[in-house]
T-cell receptor, first 115, second 114 residues
């Protein structure tokens, strides 16, 4: 597609529920990033994929967070047993190369609210 | 660990005034520094990217400077317009970062009043 597509746009989850957030990057983009943006703050890095390989998951806040990109295109961020502090906007970005020269395209994000 | 700070957190100016947005970072070993714009409910749009070897970049009414030695970058927006109202984020890419992840500041929320 023309841009990075994220779904759903909004998700309300009851505390303890599992959620899955989807990112459909620009076709052919090698790199895919997930960021978490709390209200009023800047995005914080969660994890990075180069094709299907997850090269950096140092930003995942706990083992309740899991991300995959099995065929090197669509990625899913899964959060198990959601807690209120997980409420945030989850942004996905992709780039053609490794991103050193910029060239990021961000999706519009998924706003997760845990009640 | 790199820390990126943006001051002020919010800024309100009348239309036509020049905007000056500040970004500071603690680790000067950056590969590049980028400025993004974020509109409510939208993703981030890249405005300017400054490589570590550069001192500034310009695009239209936007100019961004970079001073690695002092750990600062400044975004100037000339002759502000109401359409410039948005949140502006700066982000550093570290030389040693795996996967070229971005470290963002907290953003400056700008309101340009007609």
């Amino acid at each position: 597609g023309a841009g990075v597509s994220q779904s759903p746009r909004y998700k309300v989850a009851k505390r303890g529920q599992d959620v899955a957030l989807r990112c459909d990057p620009i076709s052919g983009h090698v790199s895919l990033f997930w960021y978490q943006q709390a209200l009023g703050q800047g995005p914080e890095f969660l994890t990075y994929f180069q094709n299907e390989a997850q090269l950096d998951k140092s930003g995942l806040p706990s083992d309740r967070f899991f991300a995959e990109r099995p065929e090197g295109s669509v990625s899913t961020l899964k959060i198990q047993r959601t807690q209120q502090e997980d409420s945030a906007v989850y942004l996905c970005a992709s780039s053609l190369g490794r991103g050193m020269g910029g060239g990021y395209t961000f999706g519009s994000g998924t706003r997760l609210t845990v009640v | 660990k790199q820390e990126v700070t943006q001051i002020p957190a919010a800024l309100s100016v009348p239309e036509g005034e020049n905007l000056v947005l500040n970004c500071s970072f603690t680790d000067s070993a950056i590969y590049n520094l980028q400025w993004f714009r974020q509109d409510p409910g939208k993703g981030l749009t890249s405005l300017l990217l400054i490589q570590s070897s550069q001192r500034e970049q310009t695009s239209g009414r936007l100019n961004a400077s970079l001073d690695k030695s002092s750990g600062r970058s400044t975004l100037y927006i000339a002759a502000s317009q109401p359409g410039d109202s948005a949140t502006y984020l700066c982000a550093a890419t570290m030389i040693k970062a795996a996967g070229n992840k971005l470290t963002f500041g907290g953003g400056t929320r700008v309101l340009v009043k007609p």
